[in-house]
């Protein structure tokens, strides 16, 4: 599997147009994270004046394409067991006509103490995840034995529901016998975080190209993790991965140091050695140049209000589009719903401001959701 290094959607872009194509129809399957990564790179391609290479290609997850070889080999499984596991664990632990036989969990207390369910599907999830069976788990610790069993009976209930990590760990297997393929050249982004099982089916793909996502830092856990995942040319890759330079601006005078805008020696420099930023010959900037603001704010409110003015300027003032731009929090909570809720507040043509907040905001935040929360309050402590 060969790998090559992304920084940016442009290099993500080039990948995808590097791809071997040949034919009257051309074909590339491009494994992304998430719908919005495959936005990026549309518009990339199309930015950069390549939109004849979205003719024939597809962006898809592993798991839709792991679905699709198992749906080509002829077998039959129903995917979404994670939402279900759960559910089957407390029922599993209240079975009485065939209860759990276990060493060293007590069934009991399995039963009556909540939270045990979720410890073991958390528990059977990483397992699974990390590529391991229940025959395959250490035979020597009751522990061990008591979680194969748990885990062993469970795929019994689930029958053909599979998890999505079965998913991905079966398509691997038909891959490896040959019982399907993948039409055209395949590139697959990565960062490095994917669980073992997702690795192990990238790279049961024939000839698929590996685009690493460079990490800063660049830390040497995380490199020896890729290693492992993906093989030592992609860990090469990442390990010796060096930050790209400032962008230049011309000299004053023609001599001194090579100057460059703000926002490129932040991009550049920010999680850089105390040694590499003391370097006197590495560049410097020219002063304040409109690329990077620092503001500080007495409170909560004040953070808030100067998040909706930057917006306000950004889209209604220099009409940058919606799509590139992004307000960052410290942390999901109480904060991103305020200020979700003030951007929405914006003026905007034919409604509210559309805000989309990654990942969700908690039921909670709304009007609604906390009367929700009050009612189901009221009948688990009158049930």
Known sequence: MSSTLLRSAADLADAVAALPASGPLQVRTVLVSSERQAHALRRALVESGREGVLAGTRCTSAAALAEELLHAAGVA??????GLRAARLLALFQEEQEPLALEYFDLDLLRTRPG?????????AELEGAGL???GLPKGAPQWRDVAAVWARLDRLAGRSWTSARVLAEAAGVLAR??????????ASVTGHERAVHAAFLRALPGAVLG???????????????GRLYGEEAKGLVGTAEPPLPSPLPRRGG???LLGTELSLLQRYLFASPAELADPARPRGAGP??????EEHAGVEAEIEAAADWVTRQVLEQRTPLQEVAVLTAQPGPVTALLAARLARLPWPGGPLPVYVADGLPATATAGGARLLALLRALARWL
């Open 77 to 82: 499984f129903e995917p979404g067991e994670d």
């Open 116 to 124: 045990w369910d979720e410890a073991f599907a958390r528990t059977v």
């Open 133 to 135: 069976r229940p025959e």
């Open 178 to 187: 040959g019982a399907a393929s993948v039409d055209g050249a395949v590139l």
């Open 212 to 226: 690493v996502w460079a990490a800063r830092p660049a830390a040497e856990r995380h490199v020896e993790r890729i």
């Open 255 to 257: 001599e001194g140091r």
């Open 289 to 294: 140049d409109g690329t990077v603001h620092l």
